[in-house]
């Protein structure tokens, strides 16, 4: 039997991705609420949605088999007490301070006969207006009077790649940075644990979304067979790598080495793949603003646990080294210009997803940087974004790849 996790790079022919398409999640995002949701901005559903399909239909073109978060949840719960076992956990991490409450709620949601719609409404949150029979007659919730949500959306859904991550042959289960992310990862832990195509494989766990250090997708990437990278940056711990590590070596996916790349802790960095993307095998996005001041630290298996070392060389060496190449291309995101990279890094122009080695899908609004891609022989598969980028994210942020071919 094929395993259905299979990732063991990052540019290898992309055959199954999984994406979730945007919902009403979007349109429960206010104004006055959007920091906490992790939103700068609110962006046209109906729109995002165009962007959206035209991001999986071109995905489809290509040959890749497009999965879809919300429908894999929905057929995760396969009998009534799995149903039943999900909402209870849903609710007990969706902050509701009053048992009457959760009560009521656990029973709307248990009469939702329809799994899909049941999935949707536990992503898009609950609205006090939509339980009317709820009368608000303790401290907490006359004190919450005027906050408007029961359950808070999760917006930040349509990024696929951080509530868990792909790794060879396992899952990276993640815990995430924010509170408001965190109910995230429960789709993945009843997916891997309830879902016809995994409950078999025994997909092997790597980390997992109960420890207390946090990481996240957007931070793991697959260099190689034996090379990982991972970020040091506002959204994953070091003590989150050295735990990753430790259980990837522990399980014998193969890899040898985790390279941790501290980027530092700034909202516009978030992540290492908003900053740094493999595109070939020889080819890599960079932002210029983090190579200056960029620390590497190695850590492979030692005889008594870790070993661990700073590396002094540059990104190129280090690159090379344990890529086993003579060169590689750093191609700078905004063309190595401080105002161009400052701008397109903000809206992903270092953010692409390779579909097979040498050939990206990007936001087509950063012209500079495609333009640096295609003269470093890049072939790019452009998707509007205007909508999409708003939440700060670009095609590999939306996308996580469940099967590549082996390079």
Known sequence: MKNPINVFSEIGKLNTVMLHRPGKELENLMPDYLESLLFDDIPFLEQAQKEHDFFAETLRLKGVEVL????????????????????????????????????????????????RKLIDKTMAGLQKSELPSLER?????????????????????????DPFATIGHGVSLNRMYSVTRRRETLYGKYIFAHHPMFKNAQVPMVYNRDENTRIEGGDELILSKELIAVGISQR??????????????????????????DIGEQRKFMHLDTVFTMVDYDKFT?????????????ISKGTDGLEISQETDTLEHI??????????????CGG??????????????????AIAPGEVIVYDRNT??????????????????????????????MSMPFDRTDL
């Open 68 to 115: 879809y978060l919300e429908d894999l949840a929905a057929e995760a719960l396969t009998d009534a007490s799995i149903k039943e076992r999900f909402i209870t956990e849903y609710l007990n991490e969706a902050d509701i301070k009053e048992e009457r409450t959760k009560g009521l709620i656990l029973e709307h949601l248990m009469s939702m006969s329809d799994g």
């Open 137 to 161: 007659t303790s401290l907490s919730d006359l004190a919450d009077s005027h906050y408007p949500f029961i359950i808070d959306p999760m917006p930040n859904l349509y990024f696929t790649r």
């Open 236 to 261: 994953t711990d070091v003590a989150s790598i050295e735990k990753l590590a430790r259980n990837i070596f522990d399980k014998n996916l193969g890899f040898e080495r985790v390279l941790a790349f």
């Open 286 to 298: 960079i932002h210029p603003e983090i190579e200056g001041n960029l620390t590497i630290y190695s």
């Open 319 to 332: 690159l090379c080294k344990y890529l086993e190449l003579d060169h590689v291309a750093l191609i700078r």
């Open 336 to 353: 190595g210009n401080p105002t161009a990279a400052a701008r397109e890094q903000w809206n992903d122009g270092s953010n692409t997803l």
């Open 368 to 397: 500079i940087t495609n333009q640096k891609l295609e003269e470093a022989g890049v072939k790019l598969n452009y998707i509007p974004g205007s909508e999409l980028v708003r939440g700060r994210g670009g095609p590999r942020c």
